[in-house]
């Protein structure tokens, strides 16, 4: 159990929809990451934050944004969803915003029908 | 264009022998490379790490080997157990950013 948990676990919505993915850190990490993972495709970066700000962008999408709350929880949301937003998302943490190693919650999968 | 590549998809391996899995990258400012394993329906696991300043780290059974010159990293597992089959991603990262993964490579060890 790398200490990162991430809810919903499967989650299945029509296109068109949003959701709202949640993920709470390791205790005591200030940095959250959140990945992609498409079919045949590796783990892509989309976002991170560090103590609630926005640190770095990646591959996001515009229609995807994220926030890091207080409490160091973090939410990706997920608008206008198409049928190649179906992934498993990953968050991880790590204990600070230039720490190298990442530990990585169970995912969460969304199916868009 | 990717900066990690994992080339081969998979790999077998029997029980006790040795498992090399290899890692090109492309971007000389990396100055750090991990390496996970995944298994299905869970998130990814750190496994071992190198330093671009280091050339060998070792963590019990897990070697990784970092050619700078060659762009290349290779994770050395020994003796292989039915444990390890997983899926391996090679990931690299410039000056704390982002992790870079590959596209990992299947391991499948049999007794």
């Known amino acids: 159990d790398s200490g990162v948990t991430q809810t919903p676990k499967h989650l299945i919505t029509a296109t068109g929809q949003r959701v709202t993915l949640r993920c709470s850190p390791r205790?005591?990490?200030?940095?959250v990451y959140w990945y992609q993972q498409s079919l045949d495709q590796g783990l892509q970066f989309l976002i991170q934050?560090?103590?609630?700000?926005?640190?770095a962008k990646g591959n996001i999408l515009e229609r995807f944004s994220a926030q890091q709350f207080p409490d160091l929880h973090s939410e990706l949301n997920l608008s206008s969803l198409e049928l190649g937003d179906s992934a498993l998302y990953f968050c991880?943490?790590?204990?600070?915003?230039?720490?190298?190693?990442?530990?990585f919650g169970p995912g969460t999968r969304l199916t868009v029908t | 264009d990717q900066q990690v590549k994992q080339n081969s998809p998979s790999l077998s391996v029997q029980e006790g022998r040795i498992s090399i899995l290899n890692c090109d990258y492309t971007n000389s400012m990396f100055d750090y490379f991990l390496w996970y394993k995944k298994y299905p329906a869970e998130g990814p696991t750190f496994l071992i790490s190198?330093?671009?300043?280091?050339d060998k780290n070792e963590d019990g059974r897990f070697t990784v080997f970092l050619n700078k010159s060659a762009k290349h990293l290779s994770l050395h597992i020994v003796p292989s157990q039915p444990g390890d089959s997983a899926v391996y991603f090679c990931a690299a990262e410039e000056a704390g950013t982002a992790l870079i993964f590959g596209k990992g490579t299947t391991l499948s060890v049999s007794s």
């Open positions: 991880a943490s790590s204990v600070a915003a230039g720490a190298y190693e990442q530990y």
């Open positions: 205790s005591g990490d200030l940095s």
């Open positions: 934050y560090y103590n609630g700000e926005e640190r």
């Open positions: 190198i330093s671009s300043i280091k």
